[in-house]
């Protein structure tokens, strides 16, 4: 059951606030449910909140700053219970995901609703495998690229300029976009890891032919094939960062998507989104910090809590949904023990539990996605300021899921802002 409390306004002008209570769960509550209308004697009655009732020919005020808990669309690739903690892809709970599936499973499941059998999961392999090649273009602009560039826009440009190379990108059938979907899947792993060989005056690493997302990329940024542990850490990180509903660069590119230009457009703002750091960028800024910590030798709970006395904000910490531990912080902290303990370097653990606990003391906000990935990623000896990157080349399955689904039932999504400057002003030209 959720409860509101809801400002009313009658036809009449007069303001009214009322409780409503709803007798059903909150996610399967619709947005459309709160536009309510009662017919009490000769008053009409509408929720504030939804904001279609024209006042006076005055803007009416802002629903919520943000969008925070506003419902706007409705999806079947994922659902977050913020409360409970629990994250589901298709219906799947992600700690099953992560446990008995592979990457690839995940991007099947995203795309298409459902799981897939033995030789749909080969075909999909297969075709990620052949699809892993840069138009030679891409290639000369990573070249060109300076060595200290950010990552993230280094990716950004080179995903922009894949569309030029790409003779379907233009077509919108739902086959053709389906193959872009699997093109940019093939690819942003290919120019993550050639960014990064170019920059550090390296060859690039030419794909394998054979082998999973996760085995080639870590195979692509070292030239060498990586063990069968490293390989499976990776490749659930690669499922837990694959969805996340509507987050700010899902978000974006569904906004970009239901104008219906092509899928590059969308998914080069997407990246865009996700490289701030209060989205994908966190992760870059958790290992900052830890090196921060490790360099100064500075006791962690002190370090925090002088951050939390000037009011700074930890990063990988809180959510704007979950209000609990993220469920994929829990498999991701559990990771990290293993692989410390495997190599004997805890100290990125320690450290990270320390501040988890203290934050968790202080504020009652707990670590996120971005928490503990950090150090999966710093102790498989990952270059920090790819830890984004690597973000998008996982997330690149849920965007373009979303993007399947927008187009199926597209409507252009166009909100509206409540104007707050001047009017009537004259130039007196
Ligand atoms: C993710 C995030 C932007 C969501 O924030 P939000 O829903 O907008 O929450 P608010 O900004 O309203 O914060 C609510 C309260 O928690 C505090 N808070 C939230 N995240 C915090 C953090 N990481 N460190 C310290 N305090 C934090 C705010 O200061 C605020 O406290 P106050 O009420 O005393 O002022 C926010 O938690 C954040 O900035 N986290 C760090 C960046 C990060 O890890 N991003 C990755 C998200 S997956």
Redesign the pocket.
């Known amino acids: 059951m959720i409860k509101l409390k809801e400002k009313f306004v009658l036809k009449t002008q007069r303001t009214l606030d009322l409780w409503v209570y709803f007798f059903a769960p909150a996610q399967l509550i619709r947005h459309s449910d709160l536009t309510l209308s009662i017919l009490t004697r000769d008053e009409y009655w509408m929720p504030a909140t939804e904001k279609t009732l024209p006042t006076n020919g005055k803007s009416p005020p802002v629903t919520t700053r ?1 969008l ?1 808990g506003v419902i706007a669309l409705e999806t079947e690739i994922c659902d977050i219970d913020g409360q409970k903690g629990e994250l589901i892809y298709g219906g799947y709970d992600i700690h099953d995901l992560a446990a008995n599936t592979t990457f690839e499973e995940v991007a099947f499941l995203l795309w298409n609703g459902r799981l897939p059998n033995r030789n749909e999961a080969d075909e999909l392999r297969d075709a990620l495998a052949s699809e892993r090649i840069l138009p030679p273009m891409v290639m000369d602009i990573l070249r060109m690229t300076p060595e200290d560039a950010n990552a993230m826009a280094a990716l950004r440009t080179s995903v922009s300029v894949l569309s030029l190379f790409d003779g379907e990108a233009d077509i919108m059938t739902p086959e053709a976009n389906y193959r872009k979907a699997i093109r940019l899947t093939a690819r942003i792993p290919v120019i993550i890891a050639a960014f990064e060989r170019l920059r550090k005056g390296l060859d690039v690493v030419e794909p394998l032919k054979h082998g999973s997302t996760a085995h080639n990329f870590l195979y692509m940024l070292s030239g060498e094939e990586p063990g069968e542990a490293a390989e499976h850490t990776f490749d659930v990180c690669l499922i837990l960062h694959a969805e996340h509903g509507l ?1 700010a660069s899902t978000f974006t590119g569904r906004v970009i998507g239901a104008t219906l230009t092509d899928m590059y457009s969308s998914i080069t703002g997407a990246i865009g989104a996700l490289k701030g ?4 960028g ?1 992760n870059i ?2 290992m900052e910090m830890l090196q921060d910590i490790d360099r100064t030798g500075a006791d962690p709970e002190q370090y925090v809590l002088d ?2 006395a000037n ?10 949904v979950y209000k609990t531990i ?1 469920p994929r912080a829990t498999i991701l902290r559990e990771m990290v023990d293993t692989l410390s303990a495997e190599r004997g370097e805890r100290k990125w653990y320690d450290m990270s539990v320390k501040i988890m606990e203290t ?1 968790e003391r202080e ?1 009652g ?1 707990y670590p ?4 503990f990935s950090a150090s999966v990623y710093g102790t498989l000896g990952i270059s920090t300021d790819l830890f984004t990157p690597i973000f998008a080349l996982s997330r690149i399955t849920g965007w373009t899921a979303h993007l399947l689904e927008q187009w199926k039932e597209n409507r252009l999504i166009r909100p509206r802002a409540a104007y707050t400057g001047p009017r009537g002003l004259k130039t007196g030209r």
Do not use: C, S, Y
């Open positions: 943000g925070e987050n750091p209060l989205h994908g966190a800024k958790v951050m939390l009011k700074e904000r930890i990063m990988g910490i809180g959510h704007r993220d934050v504020k906000l996120n996605v971005d928490f």
